[in-house]
């Protein structure tokens, strides 16, 4: 079968595929060991090598001590990677994108509330369906109304209103992701929460689609959700509709306001210069001569606002090599992916899956297209 734009599909479900499962940790000691378990026993009945990547985002308790039993037990299987502190759930995630070694990326919490055996069938039909995002979907949520699902519910609404991509469940942690798309995107911030609509800058919003995915109420540890998190939403929210819509020029995004403040400025002066020299009125005592001014002044500067964060844009974010996060220390081998080919397996299939996408991707012109990035 060949995909809508000509190209080839990408190896089957059962191909040259491997599968790296990141969880961003948080003081979680009680949640490691049995996670760790649950991944391994979920994953068992994988086709495809895997790898599960647990990232410390400078913990206090004794998370990373768990860790490195985890580790110790699975060397092959499981890796994790320690923080130096606390950089947030968004950085500790893209610090685990970067190590993982998979041409499939899955992406759950790390508190148990998410069913790891969700991830073999969202990876399979991930890749069945040629797709670049699986987003999970809780559709029987096991958390509190008021301070968590209405909250939650509300901002799924405003997210959709504002990205335009109609997804029902942005918060869920678990999501499976084709890794050559995700690593066309650097997460920042707090932007965890607006993936898929992050992965919409770069690929069709037709290739990404939801699935309803199960979910168990919090056995240990705390919360670390709460209101407060509403105004983060807010303003993370105005960053993404920013980068999303005016990332490739975000002078046009300056440029609107500057000239929405400009132009009655100019119809302002353009009024008083009439009345100044056809009627013969004074006009220097008039306040509507300042307010014009100001508003014209303003909008120049919003305008050449606008040419510098354009250019400062494409210096900064184009050029990929600034880190939100710094590691302290990396446990057991990230190359190594434990399943039923073993090391020289997961090498080969490794190289296959790079091979066929970078034929793909040469084919046009070295970058995905606008319809199927």
Known sequence: ?????????????DGPHVLSVVVPLHDEEDNIL??????QAALAVSPWPWQLILVDDGSRDRTAERLREAVAASPGRVAAVILRRRFGQTAAMQAGIDAARGSVIATMDGVLQNNPHDIVRMVRRLLDEDLDLLVGRRRMRKDGFWLRRLPSWLANRL??????LSLHDYGCSLKTYRAAVLREVRLYGEMHRFIPAWMATVTAPERIREEEVSHFPRLHGKSKYGLSRAVKVLLDLLAVVFFVRFRASPGHFFGRIGLACAFPGVLAMA??????LVDGEPIAGRPLLLFALLLVVIGVQFVCTGIVTEMLARTYFEAGTARTYLVRATLGTLDAVGGERGGAGVAEAAQATEATEAAGLARQGGRPAAGDA
Not at 1 to 13: L, S, T
Not at 34 to 39: C, D, E, H, I, S
Not at 159 to 164: G, K, L, S
Request: glycine share 6%; proline share 10%; net charge positive.
């Open 1 to 13: 079968m060949r995909r809508r734009d000509g190209m080839q599909p990408q190896p089957g479900a």
């Open 271 to 276: 009024w008083l210069a009439w009345a100044k």
């Open 159 to 164: 997210i959709v209103a504002v990205t335009r």
């Open 34 to 39: 049995p996670l760790a378990t649950q991944v």
